[in-house]
């Protein structure tokens, strides 16, 4: 086939491969192994190359241990790692594991790029797990490797790392830091993990919006959509679609977050990303009950969840769970919701940056039941937590149900007090549903 017919053999590595393993021809059949699994992420099937990528890691462990095999190994597990990433999700044990077997082989080999590169990888796993303290020292570990070594895409890997930490602790303007710094390497970066960039812009968007400027955010968002055509993955698109309906979701924006979550949920499922389809599949399922089908939401989210248990992803579950809640609260399923945003509370308290408003739900919640005075606790806890974070978007949905409640009790003075000052920091975003409800309330107050 190599002499006399090289185009096919070039075209289809996969059967040459196969006709080397037959044959016992170790080396040729790594080569022509690790060639099938580059062609095939080259052409988007990424199941093909993670078989591939097995298959010549199952051929080299079969020769001799020595320092070449060990460097021949790490060249191997890089790309089986990525592809892992993608097709079982960052916090999947296999893709844990190779995570783990990548970082010993790049200490072993006193390879520091590749052990900058592959701390990335073992922090990935630890941040889809939920363990955000860890995450974030080993994100200070990261970037104190990554300036020390050098390069452009690893300083730009550890800056986005830091970005992604910050954010989901609640630390929001240490992410808005490192997203300034980090921004003259991140285009080195993209090459280096599945949906970084995504990730990078569409977070550092929901950042921005809690921090109280939509118009950065929606900016932020589009730039990650932007990102995802110009490197033409599937990934990083649907990554950046799922993304964005969490923001349109924030913005209540529910048409627009219905069209991204289905977008998402449809590359997801053609290409085969679980971690993806799960997140997709559960965004949906929020913006259609917020669109008057709540039963079929509840569907929705609850198969999301469940899914994506399966490739072992914790992190971000305060929202999620609080999404779950507010579609079954849509569902006149009060008993519900409140056991459900109980649990959210209760899910993982390193979450801060959703906490504010997972509290401010339980109040909702309460006050359906009657339960006013503890209502209004969880009204100013939320508040209060929202000012500590400088979640100015959570503080104001917070003070506008408390400044609900005291208007119901004509106490209109406090109620002006508590939203009137809030409402005045803003300077962007005066389009957006919640900007609207407060000035409308205000305007009611001044009355």
Request: charged share 25%; proline share 2%.
């Given at each position: 086939m190599t002499e006399q017919f090289p185009d096919i053999a070039d075209a289809q590595p996969e059967v040459l491969a196969r006709h080397w393993t037959e044959a016992g021809e170790v080396e040729p059949a790594i080569a022509a192994w690790r060639k099938s699994g580059d062609t095939a992420i080259e052409r988007r099937a990424f199941k093909e190359a993670e078989q591939a990528y097995r298959r010549a890691l199952d051929l080299l462990k079969s020769l001799p241990e020595s320092p070449e095999r060990d460097a021949r190994e790490l060249e191997l597990f890089s790309p089986f790692v990525r592809v892992l990433q993608v097709t079982r999700g960052y916090g999947a044990p296999e893709a844990a594991e190779a995570a783990s077997r990548t970082r010993v082989l790049a200490e072993k080999t006193h390879n520091l790029p590749e052990v900058v590169l592959h701390l990335f990888g073992t922090w990935a796993v630890v941040v889809t797990a939920g363990d955000l303290i860890a995450a974030g020292a080993l994100a200070d570990q990261l970037l104190d490797l990554a300036q020390r070594e050098g390069s452009s895409p690893n300083i730009g890997v550890a800056h986005?790392?830091?970005?992604?930490?910050?954010?989901?602790?609640?630390?929001?303007?240490?992410?808005?830091?490192?997203?300034?710094?980090?921004?003259?390497?991140?285009?080195?970066?993209?090459?280096?993990?599945?949906?970084?960039?995504?990730?990078?812009?569409?977070?550092?968007?929901?950042?921005?919006?809690?921090?109280?400027?939509?118009?950065?955010?929606r900016k932020r968002s589009s730039d990650a959509i932007a990102v995802a055509h110009r490197i033409n993955s599937p990934f990083e698109l649907a990554t950046a679609q799922y993304l964005a309906a969490w923001l349109q979701i924030y913005l209540q924006t529910f048409a627009q977050a219905e069209k991204s979550a289905a977008q998402s949920l449809s590359l997801a499922e053609e290409y085969g990303f679980p971690q993806v389809a799960a997140f997709a599949r559960i965004a949906l399922g929020r913006a259609q009950a917020s669109l008057g089908h709540p039963s079929e939401g509840i569907v929705q989210v609850g198969q999301g969840l469940r899914e994506l248990a399966k490739t072992e992803t914790r992190n971000t579950t305060t929202q999620l769970l609080s999404w779950l809640a507010e579609a079954q609260a849509l569902n006149d399923a009060t008993t519900e919701a409140i056991a459900t945003i109980e649990e959210a509370l209760q899910a993982n308290p390193e979450e801060l940056s959703w906490r504010p408003d997972a509290i401010r739900i339980r109040g909702e919640l309460r006050l359906?039941?009657?339960?006013?005075?503890?209502?209004?606790?969880?009204?100013?806890?939320?508040?209060?937590?929202?000012?500590?974070?400088?979640?100015?978007?959570?503080?104001?949905?917070?003070?506008?149900?408390?400044?609900?409640?005291?208007?119901k009790r004509s106490n209109l003075a406090e109620a002006r007090e508590i939203v009137a000052p809030l409402y005045s920091s803003f300077t962007e975003g005066f389009d957006t549903p919640d900007l609207k409800d407060a000035k409308a309330l205000l305007d009611e107050l001044g009355r």
């Open positions: 986005i790392a830091q970005v992604l930490a910050r954010c989901w602790r609640a630390d929001l303007n240490g992410a808005e830091e490192h997203f300034i710094r980090g921004a003259p390497f991140f285009e080195s970066a993209w090459s280096r993990f599945p949906g970084v960039a995504a990730l990078l812009f569409s977070n550092a968007a929901l950042a921005a919006w809690m921090l109280g400027r939509a118009d950065v955010a359906r039941l009657g339960q006013t005075e503890t209502a209004e606790g969880d009204f100013r806890d939320a508040i209060k937590l929202a000012q500590k974070i400088g979640a100015k978007a959570w503080e104001l949905r917070a003070a506008m149900s408390l400044a609900r409640m005291l208007k």
